[in-house]
């Protein structure tokens, strides 16, 4: 009778543990899509747009900041530091021309795939 009640405790201790990770779970999974939402929500400013950024070196970017309708903003970026470098017009932009070649646009894994398969036949 003292092993059954041992082997169904450790049952229950089993059970209780498991019931305790997925109640973790879930309160993960559903604070996570709040944060989420509440990020989003707060992201949505019509005034401030980062346009264009390029990475110069580690901690260290250069920025085009749209600000309102036509006001664009040359900033460095950097660990500690916003530094404005220069105000554009929006003539001064150049736009990104899709039937250029020189430009490499990002191309998915199937595609890369696709093109591997056929080399080797």
Same mark, same amino acid.
């Given at each position: 009778?003292? !092993?059954?009640? =041992?082997?169904? #405790?450790?049952? $229950?201790?089993? &059970? !209780? =543990?498991?019931?305790? $990770?997925?109640?973790? *779970?879930?309160?993960?999974? !559903? ?12 992201? *949505?400013?019509?005034?401030?747009? &980062?346009? #264009? ?7 260290? @970017?250069?920025?085009? &900041?749209?600000?309102? #309708?036509?006001? @664009? $903003?040359?900033? =460095?970026? +950097? %660990?500690?530091?916003?530094?404005? *470098? +220069? ?7 150049? #736009? ?12 998915? !894994? %199937?595609?890369? *795939?696709?093109?591997?398969?056929? %080399? %080797?036949?």
């Amino acid at each position: 009778m003292l !092993f059954l009640s =041992a082997v169904g #405790e450790s049952i $229950f201790q089993l &059970i !209780f =543990a498991l019931v305790v $990770f997925v109640g973790v *779970l879930a309160l993960t999974a !559903f604070v996570t899509k709040w944060i989420a939402g509440y990020q989003k929500s707060q992201g *949505l400013n019509r005034n401030l747009e &980062i346009v #264009e950024g390029i990475r110069l070196a580690t901690n260290k @970017y250069v920025q085009i &900041i749209r600000a309102g #309708e036509d006001r @664009y $903003f040359v900033v =460095a970026v +950097g %660990k500690d530091e916003v530094t404005l *470098l +220069g105000e554009l017009s929006s003539s001064e932009l150049k #736009e990104l021309d899709t039937t250029d070649t020189s430009v490499q646009m990002p191309v998915d !894994f %199937k595609s890369i *795939l696709d093109n591997l398969s056929r %080399k %080797k036949n």
